[in-house]
């Protein structure tokens, strides 16, 4: 049974699979064929959404499916019930399930236990439906990935920058990552990963000939508690004019959402770039309809 609960765990051929699916899907919206005909997915989400949730309700839907979104604090798994109970039973009532919660090891669980394709649409460790399609929006707006150089500014020992060190191992391209030194990835990630990753404090140095600049938001969901000490720790590490000058002249620049202005990018360097990132927000749908299509093909 496939799944997909990670990008580590994901192998190349899958991921090249899925990317080139994506462009059909998005080429023949309303006109592909629905591979869940017939199913029910659910969808159960400790951590607000709205990306991961409209783009897999509707995406569910144009495939065939019936989406079932769970809020998991309105269900009894928010009051106790444990995730392997939780899965048992929705694993003889559902199709499938996309699970986003705090504990990548939950998600692992539930897929072991439910016994039906699981997708992690976020955990505190990986977020895999975001860069999937990340890749797949530079590949549609550059070519290939290989020998490219991708630049991750802010707090990279987050779910976001996690994806990215195992996508870069896979794919072959160079991911330099800068952030201030509480907020590297861990030792055991890059070590697990393989790879090239430069890893810096210095802006500068991993911005210069990049083609693609890449944030996410400096307080990561669950991580409210220590949002001053963030934004105090993570101050220079925003993308802006003067990091952009030093990247390649058609570098792109992406982010996952939501944005926060005057955070990790400034509101000029947004707007300038707001095409490619609303691109990337839309393919989303495309991306996670090849990844529900690979889940249940035979
Ligand atoms: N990028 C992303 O996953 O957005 P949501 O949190 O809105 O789903
Ligand atoms: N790192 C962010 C990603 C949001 C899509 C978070 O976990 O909140």
Not at 111 to 127: F, G, K, S, W
Not at 145 to 164: K, L
């Amino acid at each position: 049974m496939r799944h997909l609960l990670s990008l580590e765990g994901l192998a190349l051929e899958d991921m090249d699979w899925i990317l080139l699916q994506s462009r059909g899907f998005k080429h023949q919206r309303g006109n592909h064929p629905r591979p869940l005909q017939g199913q029910t997915w659910a969808m159960m989400f400790a951590k607000s959404s709205t990306r991961t949730r409209v783009s897999f309700e509707v995406g569910i839907h144009e495939l065939g499916g019936r989406p079932l979104f769970l809020n998991a604090m309105d269900i009894q798994l928010g009051r106790g019930e444990p995730v392997k109970d939780t899965a048992r039973v929705l694993g003889r009532m559902v199709h499938g399930a996309i699970i986003r919660t705090y504990a990548q090891r939950d998600v692992e669980e539930f897929a072991r236990y439910a016994q039906i394709p699981t997708i992690n649409a976020l955990t505190d460790e990986e977020h895999p439906c975001q860069v999937l399609t990340d890749i797949f929006t530079f590949q549609e707006k550059r070519g290939s990935m290989q020998g490219r150089v991708v630049t991750f500014i802010g707090d990279g020992a987050s779910n976001m920058a996690n994806s990215w060190i195992f996508a870069a191992a896979k794919m072959g391209f160079e991911l330099r990552i800068a952030a201030p030194r509480p907020f590297q990835p861990a030792p055991a990630v890059l070590q697990r990963a393989g790879g090239r990753v430069m890893v810096t404090e210095n802006v500068a140095e991993a911005a210069a000939g990049s083609d693609l600049l890449y944030t996410d938001v400096w307080v990561s969901m669950g991580k409210e508690a220590e949002a001053a000490e963030r934004l105090k720790i993570l101050s220079g590490y925003q993308i802006n004019a003067s990091v952009l000058r030093l990247a390649k002249p058609d570098a792109l620049v992406m982010h996952c959402l939501p944005a926060y202005r005057g955070k990790e990018i400034d509101e000029e360097t947004f707007e300038a770039h707001a095409t490619t990132i609303f691109d990337e927000a839309e393919n989303r749908l495309h991306v996670q309809k090849a990844v529900l299509a690979w889940l249940v093909a035979k």
